[in-house]
C-alpha cells in the first residue's frame, strides 16, 4: 500500500492548465456565437411579422379593390 498521493509533475500540470485553457476559450467561442445566432433569429422572428403584417395589409387593399370592381361591375 501506497498512503502517499503522487504529485503530478510540472510538465502534466502544465499540460493539463493548457488544455483547460484551450477549453475554456472554446466555450467563450461557443457562447459568442450562441448569442449571435440567438440575436439573429431575433431579427428574423421580427422581420417574419413585418412580413406577415405588410401581406395582410395588401390583402386587405387587394379584397377592397376588387369589392369595388364587383360593385362596378353590378351597377353598369
Known amino acids: 500500500m ?4 503522487k504529485i503530478m509533475s510540472d ?3 502544465q499540460a ?8 475554456i476559450q472554446v466555450c467563450e467561442r461557443l457562447q459568442q456565437e450562441n448569442d449571435e445566432l440567438r440575436a439573429k433569429a431575433n431579427d428574423w422572428q421580427r422581420e417574419r411579422v413585418r412580413l406577415i403584417e405588410k401581406n395582410e395589409l395588401a390583402r386587405g387593399r387587394v379584397e377592397a379593390m376588387i369589392t369595388r370592381l364587383k ?6
Not at 492548465?17 to 484551450?22: G, I
Not at 360593385?71 to 353598369?76: A, D, K, Y
Open 2 to 5: 501506497n498512503p502517499v498521493p
Open 16 to 23: 493539463l492548465e493548457a488544455k483547460m485553457d484551450r477549453l
Open 71 to 76: 360593385s362596378l361591375e353590378s351597377n353598369s
Open 11 to 13: 510538465e502534466l500540470l
